[in-house]
């Protein structure tokens, strides 16, 4: 008897025909069947077509209606596999910040198997870095924990030391912070003229990766898309 | 930090934070986590886990199995200092002035007595016999003669609910409470009031250790918690533990002699518990589903909003909640308000208060409420008393919500059953018998 990760909840691990007939091999359940329904996916329902935010109509939502003024038109178009409801808010809960490491497994093949399938080879893939003092009380990037398996070009660094916790941050505060990142300077050659996906765990209000992809399209980056696992 | 933050306590400190402890004197340390060949162990909650569940990618490990307590890895090491009893001495400690029944008083003198003798005991009591009452004359001992005490309890509301009745009791003690939802500071006291899970942070602390509904989840069948509780109690201190509804283990360690066990059988006002009425709708849920209201519960339901007392209705899993409490409330509109409760529930203490305060009647809950939570005059309906989710021993419990007051010692205990099974049925006799036991008593 297995007990689930998020709720501590019995696992029911029976044997189904799906699997049986879909000759693959047996994935092992870190999450009981409830919480697995409470994580809404997004694949499929209409949503903005800037950032991933489920919309009744198709079209833009109107935080992205904003960046397309503030950065003339050119938006980012960020992919998110999940929407950020309670149920995520609670795994973030446990994997960021009450440090469960191994929570990235609830998700970590899932991301990967996406990115290396719509993106492939011709792709650099940049986690959006944390600074040092979370790391060392984090002692762990959760963005690489769960994109772990791709292969990482660290192109870029929390610039000033003084980047609060973005979490712990109101909707304004968070958009009237200033650059946090920079360019790790041993990859100005590399980036320079590729395509970048940059990934990162959670959208809120875009702010962060528009920060980011600035950083790297003043390095000459080509073009820039960004994933997240929530929106 | 200061001296006290240590005394029986394991505190955890970042090998880089140790600075902290300049001015601390006599102060013992172990590794937090012990890296062993496939596992490791942590000596905070004494559990060992497999590497690949605790590993970090710099290499190093952290504990998942005491996570919720904040997290300690191997960069961590434990802190404690020896428990001292630094109290300020107190030889009347006792501020209460109610007054035992005769069949109370003897469980309460026999209580002070196994608090002497640094014994263990069990005692089984009956919902709503009056337990907290029954341990204060032992309580006032162990105070007088400088003993640490803790009452721990696997439950947050009944922790809520114990506090202001000891700080009411024992008014010149310093009592804290210790739970996950609270962000109070720890301080060092005499008696500690706190969740089982707060009971791994203690080492060698308590000569005197309560342990409240002993036969709840999460305590039953969880060596996390059963080590704590030894490793938190002093080698030579007093156990007891109380219970309702005692399990066959518990039971059996009676048997072997293992420890004593006091009975009683009456509530403190004497009256005997409600006995479930068992009724038997094989459509109800469905009803429910299809946004109806049974027939049969909507009468219930009337008879309890006519005679304006509060009810609890309770349902074996979260998902029937929001089905049912919408119909609910299109049932009673405009004639009271309710809601909803469940254990992950951010609100649940503020629901409570309001029920309490007569802002809502009603709360459709999960199990979380079947015990320690006392109302006046309160009703209880079970839908889906024959889910496999409801053990007899917590069909008891919710039936034990009921008729507590010695105002109103009667009440409605309704179990609604798509059919008759067990678990329903032994709730029922457990109270039949525990009425008989009691009467035989009365005589």
Redesign the interface.
């Known amino acids: 008897m297995k007990s689930c990760l998020i709720c501590q909840g019995i696992i029911n691990d029976n044997f189904e025909i799906e699997w049986i007939l879909s000759l693959q091999p047996r994935k092992i359940k870190l999450i009981c069947q409830?919480c697995q329904g409470g994580f809404r996916a997004l694949s499929g329902k209409i949503k903005c077509e800037g950032c991933s935010r489920v919309l009744e109509m198709s079209g833009f939502c109107n935080d992205c209606k904003k960046w397309i003024k503030k950065y003339n038109g050119k938006l980012l178009k960020n992919t998110a596999l999940y929407e950020y409801n309670e149920k995520m808010k609670?795994y973030f809960q446990?994997f960021k910040f009450?440090?469960?490491?191994?929570f990235l497994n609830v998700f970590n093949q899932e991301l990967r198997k996406f990115v290396q399938k719509e993106y492939g080879s011709n792709w650099l893939y940049v986690p959006i870095p944390i600074s040092i003092k979370s790391y060392q009380e984090r002692?762990?990037n959760q963005v690489?924990?769960l994109f772990?398996g791709v292969n990482f070009t660290r192109a870029l660094i929390v610039q000033s030391e003084e980047k609060k916790q973005q979490s712990k941050l109101n909707r304004n505060e968070r958009l009237r912070r200033k650059q946090p990142f920079k360019l790790n300077s041993q990859y100005e050659e590399i980036v320079k003229d590729k395509n970048i996906l940059l990934l990162d765990d959670i959208y809120t209000t875009g702010r962060t990766l528009y920060f980011a992809a600035e950083v790297l399209k003043n390095a000459g980056v080509k073009k820039i898309e960004t994933i997240t696992l929530a929106r | 930090m200061k001296d006290e933050d240590f005394f029986g306590r394991l505190v955890p400190l970042k090998k880089t934070e140790q600075f902290i402890l300049k001015d601390i004197t006599s102060v013992f340390k172990i590794e937090a986590i012990e890296v062993q060949k496939n596992k490791i162990m942590c000596n905070r909650c004494n559990q060992k886990t497999v590497k690949k569940?605790?590993?970090?990618?710099?290499q190093?490990y952290?504990c998942?199995q005491c996570?919720?307590l904040g997290?300690i890895?191997t960069?961590h090491i434990l802190y404690t200092i020896k428990e001292p009893n630094r109290f300020v001495e107190n030889l009347n400690p006792l501020t209460w002035g109610g007054e035992l029944s005769m069949s109370q008083l003897e469980c309460s003198n026999k209580i002070v007595q196994v608090q002497e003798e640094n014994q263990n005991f069990l005692l089984w009591a009956v919902t709503g016999a009056g337990k907290t009452e029954i341990l204060f004359a032992a309580l006032a001992e162990a105070f007088k003669k400088g003993k640490r005490v803790c009452i721990a309890s696997p439950r947050i509301d009944v922790c809520n609910e114990l506090y202001p009745r000891l700080n009411e009791a024992f008014k010149h003690i310093k009592i804290v409470l210790l739970h996950g939802y609270q962000t109070e500071r720890y301080e060092y006291s005499q008696l500690v009031v706190c969740t089982t899970h707060q009971l791994i942070r203690f080492k060698e602390a308590f000569d005197m250790l309560i342990i409240d509904e002993v036969d709840a989840f999460p305590f039953k069948d969880n060596s996390m918690l059963v080590g704590a509780v030894n490793a938190a109690r002093k080698t030579s201190s007093s156990l007891i533990m109380l219970t309702a509804t005692p399990t066959k283990s518990l039971l059996k360690e009676v048997k072997m002699k293992k420890m004593e066990v006091g009975y009683l059988p009456l509530r403190y006002h004497g009256k005997e518990l409600p006995v479930p009425q068992i009724i038997i709708k094989s459509n109800w849920l469905e009803k429910f589903k299809k946004g109806e209201m049974e027939k049969k519960i909507g009468k219930i339901i009337n008879k309890w909003i006519d005679e304006q007392h509060p009810f609890f209705v309770f349902v074996s899993h979260?998902?029937y909640l929001k089905i049912i409490n919408e119909v609910m409330i299109k049932f009673v509109v405009g004639r009271c308000n309710g809601t909803t409760v469940f254990s992950?529930d951010k609100r649940r203490v503020e629901k409570v208060q309001k029920m309490r305060n007569g802002e809502y009647q009603y709360l459709v809950t999960t199990t979380i409420l079947e015990r320690g939570v006392t109302f006046a005059g309160l009703n209880v309906l079970v839908l889906g008393a024959d889910d496999e989710l409801f053990t007899s021993s917590s069909l008891v419990q919710i039936a034990g919500r009921v008729g507590r007051s010695a105002q109103n010692p009667k009440g409605d205990v309704i179990f609604i059953c798509g059919k008759r099974k067990k678990n329903v049925v032994d709730a029922k006799k457990q109270i039949q018998l525990l009425n008989a036991k009691g009467r035989k008593l009365r005589i």
Request: no cysteine.
């Open positions: 409830d609670d446990k009450l440090g469960d490491y191994y002692m762990f690489e924990g772990s | 569940r605790a590993i970090l990618p710099n190093e952290f998942p996570i919720m997290r890895t960069q979260i998902k992950a």
